[in-house]
Structure formats: structure tokens, C-alpha cells
């Protein structure tokens, strides 16, 4: 999932609600590298956050028909580096489901809530930042970050999601919440909302 890897440890088998379960590590790349922005860049730059944590979660199968699937998970990741050295705690709820034989479309949500070490890391702007960048000092407390929505569609070139090459595009929005959104490195040099998209190559087998 993005820069994560989860291992779900619990076989999946032919009931119609599955849990899973699992461990997951991975990557934050929230560092202030290659910023467009000459009053941001002035700011210290922050460091790749390593995650390390688990999921679990509950999915349920055969809503609508035999092939679709509605999960919720929480994702529960802290930083075993030196960046943030703080938890995210992540909830989620996710439906996906093929819409004919060659198309296949997933929809997903999800919020974030980290701490106020978190906050602080990469919000908040302390006398020095200030004095530096001209920004005024901000002291960003933690709680709920932000929520995103996003959507994924498959479409098979052989005709058959069940084998060949297939193309698929993904799109993310998401907005800030909180001191998240107030500060001035959002507020006065950013933005809240937040888009992420992406296309690729897929091979089934």
C-alpha cells in the first residue's frame, strides 16, 4: 500500500467475513526536500520517517455480488527512526469490487491521528524557524490530521481481469484538519486540500 508493506498473517478462507491481521513498516517521505517555495525552504528540513507497527481489520464479502469486498482497518505505525519518534494511528474503510468482467474499481477512506511530538515536527514553527523565515511562531497540537477519500479503476487489456496486462488509475483527496490546516506553512504558504493521483501497469496470473 504506497511506500507501506503489510503481511496479513491470518489465511483467508471461504466465509464470508475475514479478519486480517498483521505487521507493516514503511516509509513517511514528509521531508522538506525540493520545495518550490522560497520562504518554506528556508525552514529546516525534516528527515524520512521510518514506520514500523500492524494492522487488523474485518472484511466482509458478497454484498452486492461474489466478488466484492468491504474492509475496515486501523493501521497503528510508529517512527523507529529519528524524525517524528512518535504514533500514527490510522482508520480506514475500503470497498472494492468488479463492475464486469474487464473493469474493476475500488473505493477507500480514511483519517489520521497523531501526536502532538508529530505536530510539532513538521508544523509547528518555533522563534528560530520564525526568525529565519519570517513566518510567524506557531505551536501545532495533535489530534485528527486529516481525512482522505480516494477511488482506484482497473480495466483489463485482455478482456479478463483473472489474467493478462491491465492499465489502472488512482486518485486521492485529502484535507487537513485542526492546527494541521492553521499552520502558516499551510495557511500562508500551502494549501488544506490536497490531490494525489497516479497511473500504471498491472500483470495478473
Excluded at 522560497?38 to 452486492?64: C, Q, R, W
Amino acid at each position: 500500500r504506497g511506500a507501506y508493506l503489510y503481511v496479513d498473517v491470518i489465511p483467508r478462507g471461504s466465509s464470508k467475513v475475514d479478519v486480517e491481521f498483521g505487521p507493516a513498516i514503511g516509509a513517511r517521505f514528509n521531508k522538506r526536500r525540493h520545495i518550490h517555495d522560497d520562504v518554506v525552504e528556508l525552514l529546516p528540513k525534516t528527515k524520512t520517517a521510518i514506520e514500523a507497527g500492524g494492522f487488523a481489520g474485518i472484511g466482509i464479502s458478497g454484498l452486492t455480488n461474489p466478488y466484492d469486498r468491504l474492509g475496515f482497518r486501523v493501521d497503528v505505525l510508529h517512527d523507529i527512526g529519528n524524525a517524528h519518534e512518535s504514533t500514527v494511528i490510522s482508520p480506514n474503510v475500503e470497498f472494492s469490487t468488479p463492475v464486469s468482467r474487464s473493469t474493476y474499481i475500488g473505493l477507500n477512506a480514511g483519517m489520521e491521528f497523531v501526536s502532538n511530538k508529530y505536530a510539532d515536527y513538521y508544523y509547528s514553527i518555533t522563534p528560530a524557524d520564525s526568525l529565519a523565515s519570517g513566518l510567524p511562531v506557531f505551536d501545532a497540537d495533535g489530534g485528527m490530521k486529516n481525512w482522505k477519500v480516494g477511488v482506484l479503476v482497473n480495466q483489463s487489456l485482455s478482456g479478463d481481469l483473472l489474467h493478462g496486462f491491465s492499465i489502472f488509475g488512482t486518485g486521492q483527496y485529502s484535507h487537513l484538519q485542526g492546527d494541521f490546516k492553521r499552520s502558516p506553512i499551510v495557511s500562508d504558504r500551502g494549501s488544506a486540500s490536497q490531490w494525489l493521483a497516479a497511473a500504471g501497469l498491472a500483470y495478473t496470473w
